[in-house]
């Protein structure tokens, strides 16, 4: 069902936000916590875009999935890091959005 294969979708991206932020936590996979749970969200976010890619065609399951990383990573940098808040940079976030908005409507899942 493509709801499902969205849904796969989504959660693969919001973990790949997640080990993307975990990679500053492994410190170079020295630590050993961050690393292991890195690695896992690593391992999730691979095993949702596969099985979103069921029903999606590839080109626009990675790009979604990119795009739900890279956003979710500025943002979390953002609010956990400090990083830049320039309206510049935001609106190139919000580029990505429209984009990644832009894929599921004219994907006709």
Not at 14 to 39: C, H
């Amino acid at each position: 069902m493509t709801v499902n294969a969205w849904i796969s979708l989504l959660v693969a991206g919001a973990m790949e936000t997640g080990w993307a932020i975990g990679l500053k936590y492994t410190e170079g996979f020295s630590r050993l916590v961050p690393s292991v749970v890195t690695i896992a969200l690593m391992a999730g976010s691979f095993y949702f875009l596969s099985k979103s890619l069921t029903d999606l065609p590839i080109g626009t399951a990675y790009a979604v999935w990119t795009g739900i990383g890279a956003v979710g990573t500025v943002i979390l940098g953002i609010y956990l890091f400090g990083e830049s808040r320039d309206l510049l940079r935001i609106l190139c976030l919000l580029l990505i959005i429209s984009g990644i908005i832009g894929l599921k409507v004219v994907s006709g899942e």
